[in-house]
């Protein structure tokens, strides 16, 4: 099959997930609280993740931001929040999922994404993949109290791969 055959049957969403060896009020207050979550994900914040928030986050690194609008809030539960440039708006919920010895499974998942066919399968990997470094440091700094850089060491300045 030849890549102008090929075409999308539906829009893909974004699904990643990972258990925290923390209760769910403490990895809850890891996303929703700029100063924990600058440790492990984006470099600065505008503000927390509260119902009808309107934020921007940073990730110096890459003079990249995003703006951030909180949707619903439901502690240690959910956070639902849009995100993305105007026009192109996405969708994510953060589900923070109570499991055994007091851990925590947090499920990432991101829909509604837009544009054409090729930027929307782009946009599914490179969020997966974005979530799933976020949730790998997230689980690091919670568990062991490491500081993991691989959001920022995932494309270092001037390296050409």
Same mark, same amino acid.
């Given at each position: 099959m030849t890549a102008p055959e090929l075409q999308l049957t539906h829009i893909p969403s974004v699904k990643t997930g990972m258990l925290i060896r923390r209760p769910p009020s403490e990895v809850f207050q890891a996303l929703v609280d700029p100063a924990i979550t600058t440790r492990f994900w984006f *470099?600065? /914040? /505008? +503000?927390?993740?509260v119902p009808g928030a309107n934020i921007q986050w940073d990730w110096e690194m890459y003079s990249v931001s995003t703006k951030v609008s909180v949707k619903e809030v439901e502690d240690n539960r959910r956070i639902l929040?849009?995100?993305g440039p105007e026009g192109k708006l996405a969708t994510v919920e953060f589900r923070f999922i109570p499991w055994r010895d007091n851990t925590t499974y947090v499920q990432v *998942?991101? *829909? +509604? =994404? /837009? +544009?054409?066919? $090729?930027?929307?399968? $782009?946009h599914a990997i490179d969020s997966t993949? +974005?979530? *799933?470094?976020? =949730?790998c440091a997230l689980k690091a =700094? =919670?568990?062991h109290d490491v500081v993991l850089t691989v959001v920022g060491d995932k494309a270092p300045a001037g390296l050409e791969v």
């Open positions: *470099t600065k /914040s /505008s +503000g927390k993740m929040m849009e995100w *998942t991101e *829909t +509604g =994404l /837009s +544009g054409t066919a $090729d930027e929307i399968v $782009d993949g +974005g979530f *799933t470094f976020m =949730l =700094l =919670l568990e």
